[in-house]
Structures are given as structure tokens and as C-alpha cells.
């Protein structure tokens, strides 16, 4: 069976998996709300469902049309909204948000405050460290050609991205690929490249000891 908190929120319809927690002042199941100008779908949305054992905690927000996997964790304050896929044995860390229409693979870890933006592809045991932003629009909300254009980054299986790091719009991080803290990445990584730096550029290749295999 699930266990809700008295003050917890989960609509109805969500689909709740074997253990699952849904803890103090968390919500699950909420529909969007979204301004005129959005250009999110505004399709109707399925309810959202919780694999076995995955854990929302306090004042975490999972929205409708959402499939989290088993043995999730959504940190404290996180924040994952509508029409994202999340794989088995991820973390969302505190404060983190995961936009819409967004796939995050098993085993990756999203820490505190870090923004995946709407679009965006993350594969498996991918490394997101706290405060790392990404983006998806190179026009930042001006012109309509904007709509057709707007993608997320897409970061490939065991790739890291360090603290506070910036991908622009559409970048492919490389499989096993290393952005160092602070970098900004304007343009694709190549697989096993370290990037560092504004701009980020390649310093060199990450060693055999770090691979995953």
C-alpha cells in the first residue's frame, strides 16, 4: 500500500505503485496552469503515476501526465511537471525543477536547485550537480519562428555536468562526457570530453578509471 500524509494532495486517478510516499504537504496529480502566452500543449493530461517505492517528499510537486518510475526520490521542494518520463532509481534533488515533455534515464541524479528545462533529454546515470541551468529558446520568448525551434539539451548516458554550469539551447553533451563547474556550453560535446570555461572547450578526455564500462 501507499502512504499519504494527512496533508498531502494526490488527485484522483494518480496512480500510486507498492510503497510509495507521498509525504508532509506534497502534491501529485496537479494540472497545469498555464498563462495565454505558454507554449506548452494544452492537451488533456492522464493522471500522473508513482512506480514502487518512489518517495515525493515534503512539499514536492508532481504534475498530472507525468510517469515516475520505481524507487524515485523527488527531494524536498522539487517540482516535476506534466508530460515528463522518469526512469527507475532517479533523484530529483531539493528545490530542483524538471520542466515539461522532459525524459530523464534510470540511475541519474539531478542535485539541489538545479533546472532541467521543458525538452530536454537526459539518459541513463547521468550527473546533474546543484544549480545547474539549462536552457531551450536562443530567442528568449520573441518572434513566432521561436515556437518550432525551442529544444532542451540532450545529455548522454553517463555524462556529468558540474555545479552552476549553463547549456544553451539544443546542445548534445556527449556520452560520458565531463562540463566543468561554472562552464558555459554553447556548442556540442563530444563524448568523453572535459569542457571547462566561457565558452567551454575541450582540455582533454576523460580517464579509463572514470568511465562507467
Same mark, same amino acid.
Given at each position: 500500500?501507499? =502512504?499519504?500524509?494527512?496533508?498531502?494532495?494526490?488527485?484522483?486517478?494518480?496512480?500510486?505503485?507498492?510503497?510509495?510516499? @507521498?509525504?508532509?504537504?506534497? @502534491?501529485?496529480?496537479?494540472?497545469?496552469?498555464?498563462?495565454?502566452?505558454?507554449?506548452?500543449s494544452r492537451?488533456?493530461?492522464?493522471? &500522473?503515476?508513482? !512506480?514502487?517505492?518512489?518517495? @515525493?517528499?515534503? !512539499? &514536492?510537486?508532481?504534475?498530472?501526465g507525468t #510517469?515516475?518510475?520505481?524507487?524515485?526520490?523527488?527531494?524536498?521542494?522539487?517540482?516535476?511537471?506534466?508530460?515528463?518520463?522518469?526512469?527507475?532509481?532517479?533523484?530529483?534533488?531539493?528545490?530542483?525543477?524538471?520542466?515539461?515533455?522532459?525524459?530523464? !534515464?534510470?540511475?541519474?541524479?539531478?542535485?539541489?536547485?538545479?533546472?532541467?528545462?521543458?525538452?530536454?533529454?537526459? =539518459?541513463? +546515470?547521468?550527473?546533474?550537480?546543484?544549480?545547474?541551468a539549462t536552457?531551450?529558446?536562443?530567442?528568449?520568448?520573441?518572434?513566432?519562428?521561436?515556437? +518550432?525551434?525551442?529544444?532542451?539539451?540532450?545529455? #548522454?548516458?553517463? &555524462? #556529468?555536468?558540474?555545479?552552476?554550469?549553463?547549456?544553451?539551447?539544443? @546542445?548534445?553533451?556527449?556520452?560520458?562526457?565531463?562540463?566543468?563547474? !561554472?562552464?558555459?556550453?554553447?556548442?556540442?560535446?563530444?563524448?568523453?570530453?572535459?569542457?571547462?570555461?566561457?565558452?567551454?572547450?575541450?582540455?582533454?578526455?576523460?580517464?579509463?578509471? =572514470?568511465?562507467?564500462?
Amino acid at each position: 500500500m501507499a =502512504e499519504i500524509h494527512p496533508t498531502a494532495i494526490v488527485y484522483p486517478g494518480t496512480v500510486l505503485g507498492e510503497g510509495v510516499q @507521498v509525504l508532509e504537504y506534497a @502534491v501529485v496529480g496537479k494540472q497545469p496552469s498555464l498563462s495565454p502566452r505558454s507554449t506548452a500543449s494544452r492537451e488533456p493530461l492522464p493522471p &500522473a503515476e508513482l !512506480g514502487d517505492g518512489t518517495i @515525493v517528499s515534503t !512539499g &514536492a510537486v508532481v504534475f498530472a501526465g507525468t #510517469r515516475v518510475g520505481a524507487r524515485v526520490i523527488v527531494g524536498d521542494q522539487a517540482c516535476v511537471r506534466e508530460r515528463c518520463v522518469v526512469g527507475d532509481d532517479v533523484v530529483v534533488g531539493r528545490g530542483s525543477l524538471v520542466e515539461n515533455d522532459t525524459t530523464i !534515464g534510470a540511475l541519474t541524479k539531478i542535485q539541489a536547485h538545479a533546472y532541467i528545462t521543458a525538452y530536454s533529454v537526459l =539518459e541513463e +546515470e547521468v550527473f546533474i550537480a546543484p544549480c545547474v541551468a539549462t536552457t531551450n529558446d536562443n530567442f528568449m520568448g520573441r518572434t513566432e519562428r521561436r515556437h +518550432e525551434l525551442i529544444k532542451g539539451p540532450t545529455i #548522454r548516458r553517463g &555524462a #556529468r555536468v558540474g555545479g552552476a554550469a549553463v547549456l544553451c539551447p539544443g @546542445v548534445e553533451i556527449g556520452e560520458e562526457a565531463f562540463v566543468g563547474a !561554472g562552464a558555459v556550453v554553447i556548442r556540442d560535446v563530444p563524448p568523453r570530453a572535459v569542457v571547462v570555461g566561457n565558452p567551454a572547450r575541450q582540455i582533454r578526455e576523460v580517464p579509463e578509471d =572514470e568511465l562507467l564500462g
